[in-house]
């Protein structure tokens, strides 16, 4: 059931490409709560993947683009206000992708071409997008822009590769962005550390399964999903969130700040017998 949280708001959704992504979850929630938004992803996504389905379910165009491409964000934005009827009132950035994992080069061997690959895709598109909709004016005032990141920015986690470098250059574009938007435009521009998630890019990320498993031992409550984030990603875009901007929002069940919780710990000794435990300890 909706609240109409976003009645009478127009948006544009970057990266939906199955049910599984959150960027998905997203554009039903929006569409529940009274939004019209514009659907973007690359052209080989739109014609290969599902997101047809979704612009059908929720009455959204569908505007190929390569988000590294300024002059397809631009077209981006411009179609998005015709269609649309005038200025957005939010976006969200939730595209990530790294050929260093997909070919399974380690952080200490990567290829450094794909590495730049990974920064222009997963990054600096954050950018090219708020540059873009800045010089055309295409968010409203008090508009709300996100872009999705994960905790790796700060901490190290095993396999989470050069995608570390790419969230830790989203959530600083997002605070250096922010704040020329917000004195110049009143726009307000965040990230979200969500909790690791089964989406089709996070599957590829080495030992996914068991970083799930960890972070839910881990937080005290629990790992966030997909519909979760879609929630806290509405909220962000409403107007009960005027005065939040250049933050990285932590959304991962309190996962961030625990050192260590009692289910992690009893795990934890449970991988040793009693006596080596004594012996050792």
């Known amino acids: 059931m909706g609240f109409?949280?976003?009645?009478?708001k127009r948006g544009i959704i970057f990266g939906a490409l199955n049910d599984m992504s959150i960027a998905w979850k997203v554009a039903e929630r929006a569409y529940e709560e009274g939004a019209r938004f514009t659907l973007s992803n690359t052209p080989v996504a739109c014609r290969m993947g599902?997101?047809?389905?979704?612009?059908?379910?929720c009455e959204a165009e569908i505007i190929p683009a390569d988000a590294t491409n300024v002059a397809d964000l631009e077209n981006v934005f411009q179609k998005s206000m015709d269609v649309l009827g005038g200025k957005v009132d939010f976006v969200l950035h939730s595209i990530g992708m790294s050929l260093n994992v997909r070919k399974k080069r380690v952080y200490h061997d990567l290829d450094y071409n794909y590495l730049t690959k990974t920064l222009d895709i997963s990054a600096i598109s954050f950018h090219k997008m708020l540059q873009v909709a800045?010089?055309?004016?295409?968010?409203s005032e008090w508009g709300s822009v996100l872009g999705l990141s994960?905790?790796?920015a700060q901490r190290t986690f095993y396999g989470y590769n050069?995608?570390?470098?790419?969230?830790?250059?989203?959530?600083s574009i997002g605070r250096s962005f922010g704040y020329i938007y917000g004195?110049?435009?009143k726009v307000r521009v965040n990230t979200i550390s969500q909790s690791p998630t089964v989406t089709t890019a996070g599957s590829g990320v080495k030992g996914?399964?068991?970083?799930?498993?960890?972070?839910?031992r881990m937080s005290p409550l629990g790992n966030a999903d997909a519909a979760d984030c879609a929630d806290y990603c509405l909220t962000m875009f409403s107007?009960?969130?005027?005065?939040?901007?250049m933050q990285n929002l932590f959304h991962d069940g309190g996962f961030s700040n625990v050192g260590m919780s009692l289910r992690a710990m009893t795990q934890y000794n449970k991988s040793f017998d009693t006596d080596d435990i004594e012996t050792k300890y």
């Not at 996914?208 to 839910?216: C, K, Y």
């Not at 107007?239 to 901007?245: E, F, G, N, P, S």
Request: charged share 40%.
């Open 183 to 185: 004195r110049e435009r």
């Open 50 to 57: 599902e997101v047809v389905e979704l612009g059908k379910k």
């Open 162 to 171: 050069d995608m570390a470098d790419a969230k830790a250059l989203l959530e």
């Open 208 to 216: 996914i399964d068991g970083l799930i498993d960890f972070s839910d």
């Open 239 to 245: 107007d009960l969130t005027r005065k939040v901007t």
């Open 134 to 139: 800045f010089k055309m004016d295409a968010v």
């Open 150 to 152: 994960y905790v790796a």
């Open 4 to 8: 109409d949280l976003l009645k009478g």
